[in-house]
């Protein structure tokens, strides 16, 4: 099985930061591309940040020039810099992940359990 850890929410005034990790573990053979989610109460999951094994990043335009992803290939590890924070950023950020699994190279997309931010005005 694979596993996604998340780490790193809290609560922040509004212009502050937080950083975000989501760290792969489990029956694990590549990590593709990875990806940050978040679902504010009363509204659907969208889609933050998404990054491919190579680099290639995607952003959503509500936070481009204010969020940074990256990812560390070797710790199968991804990370969300959130700058700029404002107080309509608050909600539940989920890492996503689509792994290869091993030994039997399954196609796995994987969840963690969500981390809270939220953004004080």
């Known amino acids: 099985q694979v596993q996604l850890v998340e780490s790193g929410g809290g609560l922040v005034q509004a212009g502050g930061s937080l950083r975000l990790s989501c760290a792969a573990s489990g029956r694990i053979s590549r990590v593709n591309t990875m990806g940050w989610y978040r679902q504010a109460p009363g509204k659907q999951r969208e889609l933050v940040a998404s990054?491919?094994?190579?680099?290639?990043?995607n952003y959503a335009d509500s936070v481009k020039g204010r969020f940074t992803i990256s990812r560390d290939n070797a710790k199968n590890t991804m990370y969300l810099q959130m700058d700029s924070l404002k107080p309509e950023d608050t909600a539940v950020y989920y890492c996503?992940?689509?792994?290869?699994?091993?030994?039997?190279?399954?196609?796995?997309?994987?969840w963690g359990q969500g981390t809270q931010v939220t953004v004080s005005s």
């Open positions: 990054i491919t094994s190579s680099g290639s990043t």
């Open positions: 996503n992940a689509a792994v290869t699994g091993w030994p039997a190279s399954l196609s796995i997309n994987a």
